[in-house]
């Protein structure tokens, strides 16, 4: 009997042992989520499902899980049918980590977090995107309301600035957390399209993240994404897509001309947003050897084709996988948030990145004249 006893209690501390990664966590407002789904974020985006946790009925859960060393997860939290709101954390062996949360209708926003600078610095971001975020929708409903298109244009220019000025915070703030794996994981999501134009600001994101994740699959991706971005002066990958009535729209097609390769979609309000411009520079130029290629990102035609029709997209070359953000062009020429454009010479050749609003005109004007 004592051995029996012995070997269920040897058992016991393997199993106590095995859940050395805890998450207290509590949920206030309004109790619309059951379950939280924990996954692992796997190198080539997708997530490793690991275990599904119960919320009791007053917004408590707790979380045990095995870390046998840093990684990034995500939590889904779900009512069990539609309603999904996702948190990324990095976790790590031994942690004893405090969350806690505000729900409403319209979000499930992380409002405090202790036990990790980690999980610290994940509210902080979050706190931070949240409020860009509400600003940029009030810039979206002030364009939609505007009536005429000089209030049109006088709400976009301002939107650029705040823009502008949004990513330079982000910047700031991600560079100056760079040995944090969540601030490596957040610079890798919101500017790894561009790597070659943020140059800089990866290479501080980098020494960072390499004192401290050296060997981490984030780390090793940014490295390479440096040396293998699309630069200005460099070639312009192929692109090869299926345009609205199932033709091929191919950029080698357009060799001799000057293309502005833009990525969008009908559900990202920024690019909408960005349409008049493009109406504009494509009228000014098409008859001066200038062309635009449409990638979009959706994954419904209809929306798509509606979306082209209603921001009278009046050139031919659209094109899409209507795979989302797993399309393979998107992936070819890393693309993590649209609107994105890059400008191609005749030659093929890319020289100029990101162009927006009037950032875009005066380009046009420099290489095509007025």
């Known amino acids: 009997m004592k051995k029996i006893v012995f070997f269920l209690a040897f058992v016991f501390s393997l199993t106590v042992a095995a859940q050395n990664t ?5 949920i206030a407002g309004k109790q619309l989520y059951r379950s939280i789904n924990v996954s692992k974020l796997s190198p ?11 919320i009791s009925p007053d917004g408590k859960f707790v979380i045990q899980l095995t870390v046998a060393s840093p990684d990034i997860y995500v939590l889904e939290f779900t009512d069990g ?5 996702h948190q990324i954390l990095t976790l790590k062996a031994n942690d004893n980590i405090q969350l806690q949360f505000n729900s409403t209708y319209q979000n499930l926003q992380l ?9 610290v610095f994940a509210q902080r971001y979050q706190a931070f995107a949240l409020q860009a975020e509400a600003q940029s929708k009030t810039f979206e409903q002030r364009y939609m309301a505007a009536t005429t298109d000089a209030e049109k244009a006088q709400i976009q220019a301002e939107f650029e ?25 957040m610079a890798y999501s919101e ?5 070659a134009v943020n140059k800089d600001f990866f290479a501080v994101v980098l020494k960072g993240l390499k004192t401290t994740y050296a060997q981490h699959w984030i780390t090793k991706e940014i490295d390479l994404r440096m040396q293998q971005a699309i630069v200005i002066g460099g070639v312009a990958p192929e692109i090869e897509l299926k345009g609205v009535n199932g033709e091929s729209i191919k950029l080698s097609d357009l060799k001799g001309k000057y293309v502005l390769i833009d990525f969008w979609a ?19 130029y098409k008859d001066k050897n200038f062309a635009i290629l449409s990638v979009s990102l959706d994954n419904n035609k209809e ?24 399309c393979p062009v998107a992936r070819r020429y890393s693309v993590s948030s649209i609107p994105h454009s890059l400008l191609v010479d005749p030659k093929g050749k890319v020289i100029a990145i990101g162009l927006r609003g009037e950032q875009l005109l005066t380009k046009l004007a420099q290489v095509l004249g007025k």
């Open 22 to 26: 805890t998450i207290n966590g509590g």
């Open 44 to 54: 080539t985006g997708g997530m490793d499902f690991i275990t599904t946790q119960a």
């Open 81 to 85: 049918a539609k309603l999904k709101r």
């Open 111 to 119: 409002t405090s977090a202790t036990g990790s600078n980690e999980a």
């Open 161 to 185: 600035q705040f823009y502008l000025k949004f990513q330079q915070d982000t910047k700031r703030m991600l560079s100056t957390n760079a040995t944090l794996l969540t601030a490596g994981f």
């Open 191 to 195: 500017f790894g399209r561009d790597v």
């Open 266 to 284: 009908s559900w990202c309000g920024p690019c909408r947003m960005e349409s008049p411009t493009l109406v504009k520079a494509y009228n000014q």
């Open 303 to 326: 929306k798509w084709v509606a979306a082209i029709q209603a921001d009278g997209l009046n050139w031919p070359w659209h094109g899409s996988s209507l795979m989302r953000w797993n």
